[in-house]
């Protein structure tokens, strides 16, 4: 397995692809972490919308694993942002607009 840097790198390397190649209708901020939980459940990683008053943003959250996972982790969130339209969250979250999004981000970071 990689060292923490090296794959801290590969995952900001990864995400710089994906924001020149296809970028969401907002900023997207990625984070690294020991461990992403929602309602008290862990997770390989999640995103959401923020919005601090002024900007809305995409952050995705990541948790530290494997190299390898935490890079399709990323590809998977990414295509949530890319789906949820307009900064949107939209509830069918892995319907036909989330499966085409995924096709864009895996053709972008497997394909090139």
């Not at 919005?51 to 809305?56: A, E, P, V």
Request: contains cysteine; glycine residues 6%; hydrophobic residues 45%.
């Amino acid at each position: 397995m990689m060292a923490n840097h090296a794959v801290n790198q590969d995952i900001r390397r990864v995400a710089a692809l994906l924001r020149r190649t296809v970028p969401p209708l907002l900023p997207v901020s990625v984070y690294i972490r020991r461990q992403v939980y929602e309602a008290g459940e862990p997770l390989w990683g999640k995103a959401d919308l923020s919005c601090d008053g002024t900007r809305h943003k995409f952050r995705i959250y990541v948790t530290k694993s494997h190299p390898q996972i935490m890079r399709d982790t990323l590809m998977h969130e990414w295509a949530h942002c890319l789906a949820w339209e307009a900064g949107t969250v939209i509830s069918d979250d892995h319907g036909a607009a989330w499966g085409l999004a995924m096709s864009r981000v895996y053709s972008a970071v497997i394909d090139r």
